[in-house]
Nanobody, 121 residues
Framework: QVHMVESGGGLVQAGGSLRLSCAAS????????MGWFRQAPGKEREFVAAITWNGFNTYYADSVKGRFTISRDNAKNMVYLQMNSLKPEDTAVYYC??????????????WGQGTQVTVSS
């Protein structure tokens, strides 16, 4: 099992940038694929980005492709989400996630507690 804590959320103007961090604990961290999800008020939790255990492959939702970048540092047990050109529709609680089998919600093994990102217009 891996335990995660997110940080780096906040209030930013449209067009700005934020970098989210996810600190993970547990010896198995480097064996997990890691991802980010988000949930806006009144909406379902949705996939944002993922990175394979070795960092070789990344995946993005169409809505963030070209603006967000996911990365990881296995030596530090950290996952990052660099968010550029932020839009008001990116406003949501962002969750770090760990999975071994895929990125449907039921496949996520562990969730962080979430960090709020608010983008003002």
């Amino acid at each position: 099992q891996v335990h995660m804590v997110e940080s780096g959320g906040g209030l930013v103007q449209a067009g700005g940038s934020l970098r989210l961090s996810c600190a993970a604990s547990g010896r198995a961290f480097s064996s997990y694929d890691m991802g980010w999800f988000r949930q806006a008020p009144g909406k379902e939790r949705e996939f944002v980005a993922a990175i394979t255990w070795n960092g070789f492959n990344t995946y993005y939702a169409d809505s963030v492709k070209g603006r967000f970048t996911i990365s990881r540092d296995n030596a530090k047990n950290m996952v990052y989400l660099q968010m550029n050109s932020l839009k008001p529709e990116d406003t949501a609680v962002y969750y770090c996630a760990a999975s071994e089998t895929g990125w449907a919600l039921y496949q996520v093994r562990s969730w962080g507690q979430g960090t709020q990102v608010t983008v003002s217009s």
